[in-house]
């Protein structure tokens, strides 16, 4: 294994208050809509997180910090199929609330730099904005609607 980690940033920036885009972070049916169709959730301090946001590779995550309406941790937990790792993954959504809305930021971290990751990696990182800005969809979408959940 190489010493060396890697990671990725993203920003998505949603015309909704915080507790709307909070609801769709931790509840499993929203999190079905925009994340993927099997996702599911137990939404608190050592609970667990389960998706495939790629729609290929499913993974599972411990959540690490959970501040409601604020922040969410996920600490990756050994993935059938996937490259062994000697680190600690993690991805860190953070919400901000603005005057506009809401910027989400999604702060990924600690996947290896070696050949067999690659993939892995690419499909993360890509999935995730991918995800984003079907959350973004979603949140507005309803809120646009009148619809809360």
């Known amino acids: 294994m190489s010493d ?3 990671g990725y940033a993203h920003r998505i920036d949603i015309s909704a208050g915080a507790p709307h885009v909070w609801q769709a972070l931790t509840l499993t049916e929203q999190l079905r809509r925009w994340c993927s169709p099997d996702a599911e959730i137990r939404a608190r ?16 995550a411990h959540i690490d910090v959970y ?7 996920l600490i990756y937990l050994p993935t059938p199929g996937a490259p062994p790792a000697d ?7 953070i919400l901000d609330a603005v005057a506009e809305g809401t910027i989400v930021r999604l702060l990924g ?3 290896p730099v070696s050949d067999e990751w690659e993939t892995q990696f690419l499909r993360l990182r890509m999935g995730w904005s991918q995800a984003l800005a079907r959350l973004k ?3 507005e979408k309803q809120l646009k609607q009148g619809v809360d959940s």
């Open 45 to 60: 301090q050592g609970g667990s997180f389960r998706a495939s946001v790629d729609r290929v590779t499913e993974f599972e």
């Open 87 to 93: 680190r600690a993954m993690s991805d860190d959504f």
């Open 137 to 139: 969809v979603l949140v």
């Open 109 to 111: 971290s600690g996947f």
């Open 4 to 6: 060396k980690a890697r």
């Open 67 to 73: 501040e409601p309406g604020r922040r969410l941790k």
